[in-house]
């Protein structure tokens, strides 16, 4: 479809009170763009989407978008070829020439038990935003919160932002000061998506950081990990991707829970390597915990300073690259001693 044919054309240009009053505060900028837009060339009886998406300066994408959502609203009706503009006098009594004032109620605090976080949906669907910005500026604390958190993102908040910081606060029960932290946290690392900074709110409001104090130790121990992950990165001469969650997870295990020394792990990335062609982290576990149970049953168990290079990198196959991983990793289990022989054989 290259173009939308306009009924019911109107000869003015002209914008109802509700849709200001009701619709305009909730809806993203590039929507509001698209609907005056049509508003303004409704009297032309027809419209392209290159044109609209000409206008707007947006991706015709956006303007199908916007068209869908206006729909979805009950303020347009959009199928195939054709828009329709509804009249929203008649279904919004606040369409007149004296505007209505919409009324607004505090948001309602929540009480479900369950927060776990869900990718999937965001509790600040349930807020309005209309709701929200009213508490917000009439209580100076939050209009400071909300302002701080504006200049730490480095942009305007939109409606959207304003309800999922809200429920922080009111869902949450994280306290102010929490927030900002979260935030500095967030943009320290460069992870400004509302929804990734709600991922991690949720998760702090599920380990009991719910103090500026607890707030700040959790962040100084991810800065550390943090640093602790780039220079094992420079020293596994890992370059163009970062570790993956599993990666991470058995790096900092080795360091914190394994109490493995660097020179442990190092030698365990040589052999990796020198065997495998590559950085493979199960392999180098089962290397390190086979040295530590070892060192813990009081053997004497030293790692080979020599292993011969295998032809391990030349196996051109994913899959058989994986079954030799499972064979070298339980005759390690069995016996360390063995590594570079069973490569080769």
């Known amino acids: 479809m290259d173009s939308v044919r306009i009924k019911n054309a109107s000869s003015s240009f002209s914008v109802c009170n509700a849709f200001v009053d009701k619709y305009m505060k909730d809806a993203n900028a590039s929507f509001v763009k698209v609907y005056l837009y049509i508003l303004r060339h409704s009297a032309s009886g027809s419209l392209s989407l290159d044109s609209i998406s000409e206008g707007c300066n947006l991706l015709k994408s956006d303007v199908v978008s916007a068209l869908k959502y206006w729909s979805k609203e009950g303020i347009i009706s959009y199928a195939s070829d054709e828009l329709e503009i509804h ?3 008649s279904n919004d009594n606040s369409c007149s020439d004296s505007a209505e004032s919409v009324v607004d109620e505090s948001p309602k605090p929540f ?74 946290y967030c943009v320290s690392i460069k992870k400004t998506s509302m929804r990734y900074i709600e991922s991690i709110a949720f998760a702090w409001h599920d380990r009991g950081i719910n103090t500026p104090e607890l707030a700040l130790k959790f962040v100084k121990e991810k ?8 220079e094992y990165k420079k ?25 493995a020394s660097d020179e442990l792990i190092m030698k365990a990335y040589d052999i990796t390597v020198l ?15 086979d040295e530590l149970s070892h060192s813990n049953r009081g053997e004497k168990h030293s790692l080979p300073s020599n ?26 289990m069995s016996q360390y001693g063995g590594v570079s022989d069973a490569v080769d054989k």
Request: net charge neutral; proline share 2%.
């Open 87 to 89: 009249s929203l006098s």
């Open 111 to 184: 009480t479900q038990p369950e927060r776990k976080f869900q990718s999937n949906y965001s509790v600040a669907s349930n807020y309005r935003a209309s709701d929200v910005i009213k508490t917000v500026s009439s209580n100076e604390s939050l209009a400071h919160l909300f302002a701080i958190i504006s200049q730490l993102l480095n942009k305007s908040l939109t409606a959207t932002d304003y309800k999922t910081i809200y429920s922080f606060i009111d869902y949450l029960k994280l306290p102010e000061q929490v927030v900002i932290v979260l935030f500095e």
């Open 235 to 259: 020293k596994f001469k890992i370059s163009g991707r970062d570790f993956s969650d599993t990666e991470e997870e058995m790096l900092l295990a080795w360091i914190n829970e394994c109490k």
């Open 307 to 332: 292993v011969k290079k295998s032809n391990f990198r030349n196996y051109p196959k994913d899959e058989q690259i994986s079954d030799i991983e499972k064979q070298m990793i339980e005759k390690m």
């Open 275 to 289: 065997n495998t062609g590559k950085v493979l982290f199960k392999y180098m576990d089962a290397i390190i915990r």
């Open 223 to 230: 800065t550390g990990e943090s640093s602790l992950l780039s």
